[in-house]
Structure formats: C-alpha cells, structure tokens
C-alpha cells in the first residue's frame, strides 16, 4: 500500500487526507439529506453536525486511553519495565472509531437535551453520512497501514503486503486487506441507509439501521482483524464489547418507534 500520495509533487499522509475527505462527505451527505426533511432545519442540521464533529475527535482519542490506562493500571507488572516513550505509544497511539461514535452520539444529545424532539430525526439523517464518511477512513487506514487483518496467504485475493513506512502493519507479510472490506461494506450500507432515510417517514427506521447492522458486521470484521494492539478481555476485543449494546440501543429505537404511531414529514412541506 502507499501511506503517501503525491499531490504537486508533496507527499501527503493518505490516512490523514482520506479522513478529512470522509468528513466532508459526511457533511454534504448530511446537508442533502436534510433538505428533504421538513422536520429540520439545515441551519440546525450544519451547527449540530459542526458540534457532533468535535465530540467524535474527542471521543476518538479518548477511548483507548481510558482502557489503556485502566489496563497499565490493573496488570502494572507486565509493563513496569517497559520505556515511558514505548509506553505512552502504547496507550495513545490511535484513534478508535467507536470512541468517535460514542463521542458524536454523546455531543448530539447534550446540544439537543432542550430540543429533544429532534434528537432522532438527527440521528436518522446522520447515519448514511457516517457509514459514506467512514468507509471512506477505512480505505485511509487500507493506503496508511492501521487496523490491518489476519496473515493469509499471498495467493489471497484479498491480501495486501504494507510497506516498512507503514503506521503500524507488519510490513513485508500478506496481511487479510480488512479495511477494504469494511470500506465495501460501509459504502454499501450508506446507500441502503439513504434509501431508509428518503423513503421512510418514520422517525428512528434510519438510524435502527445503521446502528444494527453496523455492529453486527464490526462484531464479525473483529475476528479478523490482526492488530491485537487493541486489547482483548475474556475473547472479545473492545470494539465487540461495544457493538453489543450498540446492536441494543438500535433495536431499542426500531421497537419503540415501531409502535408509536408518529410519522415525520419526507419532503419540504
């Protein structure tokens, strides 16, 4: 892979290029989607958005410090002779998804507590910008050499060999290419999600959706994925632990809206 584009002659970090990329898919999925929703305001939609942007970099950088942290803490005697520069890495040496996940879901509710009535119908026009805004990180994580797969063998035809200036892929080995197929799978989910979003008028279908669908192909991606930097606790990663009350709250929204009889408007009235 290439964690360096060309662009006039400057090599730029693909990783970092591709996420700022994701981002601004997202918002201009986002800002499309909420045109053709009477029910918000695409003022509202931006600001909130803009809000939900900075949670999700917080969120981003904070979880896997918070269950490093608490792991250096518990089995101390595993890294006590391990070098401060070593150990720091170790603990914040990444961004996570899900901290990011969790830190947009967390700043849209706190900026939207007084105005709870459209908390869902945010969520709802959020969610295919997220998945399109995500497969397209994951196709940065594919060129930058992060959140890699199993070995295979190199006759795989879903196999990938990173570079040694890779972020943090084993380079020389063929290696499962996971970020790519979590980049298919979250595009394809984006375009079922805008389909959800356009077609259905009631409030919560949308984001029910992606909140499912996208834990139950993390939960599965997970054993598949090579990077046990991330921590596994009793045979679940982390991110496992986290798709499940995730999966939760989606069928949570998706039975509570089933059978509440509020319908909100598809397009402008």
Known sequence: MHPFINIFGRPVPAYGLLMLTGICAAALMSWLLARKKAALDRTDVMLTFAVALAGGIVGSVTLRPVMKIVEVI?????????????????????????????????????????????????????????????????????????????????????????????????????????????????????????????????????????FMAYAVGRFILEFYRGDLIRGTYGGLTTSQYISIPLFLLGAAILVFYTFSKKKVPVTPS
Request: some cysteine.
């Open 74 to 210: 518990v089995s101390w005697e595993k890294y006590e002779t391990v070098p401060a520069g070593e150990l720091f890495r170790y603990v914040f040496g990444e961004i996570v998804f899900y901290g990011g996940l969790l830190g947009i879901l967390a700043a849209i509710y706190i900026f939207n507590r007084k105005n709870k009535k459209i908390l869902i119908p945010l969520l709802d026009t959020y969610a295919p910008g997220i998945a399109l805004g995500h497969a397209i990180g994951r196709v940065g994580c594919l060129f930058g050499g992060c959140c890699y797969g199993v070995p295979v063998s190199a006759h795989h035809p879903f196999a990938v060999v990173y570079p040694p200036e890779s972020l943090s892929a084993p380079h020389g080995v063929p290696l499962l290419a996971a970020p790519l197929i979590e980049a298919v799978f979250l595009a394809a989910l984006a375009v079922v999600l805008s389909v959800v979003c356009l077609k259905s008028g009631k409030p919560g279908l949308t984001a029910s959706v992606y």
